[in-house]
């Protein structure tokens, strides 16, 4: 145990009989040192931050009276570091700055050992060195700068904002963490509460027109406020928002705008605009027309981007008819603040001139219909359009039909007074209306122009005669009954008359008396056809044709006569036509007419096959020369006996210059077939040829061919001929030898005369060797 150090005679002893004693002299260490005393096993130690070690206290044993060699040993926190002990004399030191809000207190142990041995002496004994606080912190604003807002025209006294400093020192010793508030900029505008940082108006009519923003400086001081203390300022920026205090209001009170007489429907004509100092939704505002002439010849809109009002035309402007208009126009406040009762508003007055535009024609309807008859002659007026220029002036107009909607010119136009005439003859069952534009242009301002649509309707005449609906065709069986009905007749007309059609049906004055057909008139524009007796056989005849007038009731009326085919057929018990053909009739009753189709094709089938045998027999057996086994042209024959030069005729036969049909003396072209053909010349037979005259007469025959131009054709001659300038082509005669001539230059000729001069290099080597 130890005795700690303390400011009286008196000392308390715990622990063991070996006491740490705290030194007596501790009253002169506190009198020097004035930083630190003990009490109840505590050093207390104020913070401090001086570059010297300082004493904090001294350690002593009953055991050191001398004679032991002892020695202190410290441990603990910040023991070695912090704190250093003598280990002779036991003084314990603080060796760095100590500072309580790093570390508040620390605990070590002290033991005496033998200085020889390191053997303890006594058991260790634990103390505690607390850090004394000292105002050495100043207030500090952690979330500073601050920004604020109010409304403007708010009450004094009204709440901004609340501010908070924080000291670190400590708040229980002393008044070092004890702060308080004051303004050192913002006033007369605003005060803080001296304990609770609150900040409040503190000046009345605060208004955000006149200055919006404020910059306030807040500082908090220590120690109460006192002297000494230390001290902390922030910023506070505080914005006064908008409130709905101010009407819009109108730069001028009357305002003017010229818009021309053309200007086109909800297209702008001028714009006014009421200026609100306030902003945001309040300074939004919406126009109105109250009052003025003609109201709705106007409107008037609101540009949410520009909060102006826009006047657009609702009605077409005539400055022939009114010139100028006086509007009073109303700009109001979208929010209001209920308590005013009403939202603020403003009022202008709007004149608006119009001014005069040189406008096109105007036509006198923007539609004409008209009507034509189809047999309207050429030149017929068939009506009139008008059009007018509105201007003051009163330009002329003239008149033309736009032709894209008149393709095929059946209408003119006089340019002058508007009169359309027939140009073309119409036909009201090509096109019954005719949908033309006429145009109306200024004479002095050719770019002013109006169109209109005229439609023409084309009257019906009765100039088409009725005819069958449909080209009919009856069938009458052989066992039907007298009267029995053979075919409903109807017909069409392309007329259309007013009154509706009817059709009149009778038969031919020739065929009156008719023994086999008549008619019955059915009453709704149709006619049946009956049979007059049952003896009807298709051998006796097998169609009758019955022709039939039918006419309309038109002014003059129309007719045409129309044929109707009527096939006696064979039916059944029950009345279904089966056949209508006499060949039907003889046709054996054990043989359908399917198996009879089969039969033939069969028989023409076995015919093709036979004429189609035989052909290709005939001309496998036909010869294609006169000698096919020693034609040369077909045959390659090899030989190695020398012949016996030009003179030897004997070695050949001239028979293979024949071609069969050249025996004859006329040869057949194959490649096409002569409008005119030669005629054939006798000549002597095979062993008569003379063959100098054979070649020139059927060169004389080609050239002089009118019927073909000149084709390409092989012509193979093995003789030789006399007298030639080019003299003979045997190399078995010539004058030089193959070892004269030079084959090299073949080489050179390209590849498709490279393998000719390696033979000819071959033959030479085979010569040499």
Known sequence: GFLPLNTGSKSLQTGSTALLRGLVEGQRILSRAKRGWVWNQMFVLEEFSGPDPILVGRLHTDLDVGSTPIKYVLAGEGAGTIFAINEITGDIHAMKRLDREEKAEYTLTAQVT????????????????????????????????????????????????????????????????????????????????????????????????????????????????????????????????????????????????????????????????????????????TYNIIDGDEKDVFEITTDAQTQEGILRLKKPLNFETKKSYTLKVEAANIRFDPNSGSPFKDTATVKIAVEDSDEPPVFSKPTFVLQVDENAPINTVIGTVTARDPDVTGSLVRYFIDRHTDLERQFNINVDDGKITLAKPLDRETDMWHNITVTATEIRNHSQISRAIVAIRVLDINDNAPEFATEYEAFLCENGKPGQVIQTVSAVDKDDPIQGHYFEYRLIPEMLNNPNFTIKNNGDNSISVLAKHDTFRRQKQEMYFLPIIVTDNGNPPMSSTNTLTIRVCGCSREGIVQSCNVEAYVLPIGLSMGALIAILACIILLLVIVVLFVTLRRHKNKPLIIKDDEDVRENIIRYDDEGGGEEDTEAFDIATLQNPDGINGYLPRKDIKPDLQFMPRQSGGPNGVDVDEFINVRLHEADNDPTAPPYDSIQIYGYEGRGSIAGSLSSLETASSDSDQNYDYLREWGPRFRRLGELYSVGESDKET
């Open 114 to 285: 033998n200085r020889d041995t390191d053997q303890p002496l006594e058991p260790p004994s634990e103390f505690i060195i607390k850090v004394q606080d000292i105002n050495d912190n100043p207030p500090q604003f952690v979330e500073g700068p601050y920004r604020a807002s109010v409304p403007e025209m708010s009450q004094v006294g009204t709440s901004v904002t609340r501010v908070t400093a924080t000291d670190a020192d400590d708040p229980v010793y002393g008044n070092s963490a004890k702060l308080v508030y004051s303004i050192l900029e913002g006033q007369p505008y605003f005060s803080i509460d001296p304990n609770t940082a609150i900040i409040k108006i503190a000046l009345h009519g605060m208004d955000r027109e006149m200055r919006e923003e404020y910059l306030v400086v807040i500082q908090a001081k220590d120690m109460g406020g006192h002297m000494g203390g230390l001290s902390g300022t922030t910023t506070v920026t505080v914005t006064l928002t908008d409130v709905n205090d101010n009407p819009p209001k109108f730069s001028k009170s009357k305002q003017n705008f010229v818009i021309p007489e053309e200007l086109g429907i909800g297209q702008p004509g001028g714009k006014v605009k009421a200026n609100d100092r306030d902003i945001g939704e309040n300074a939004k505002s």
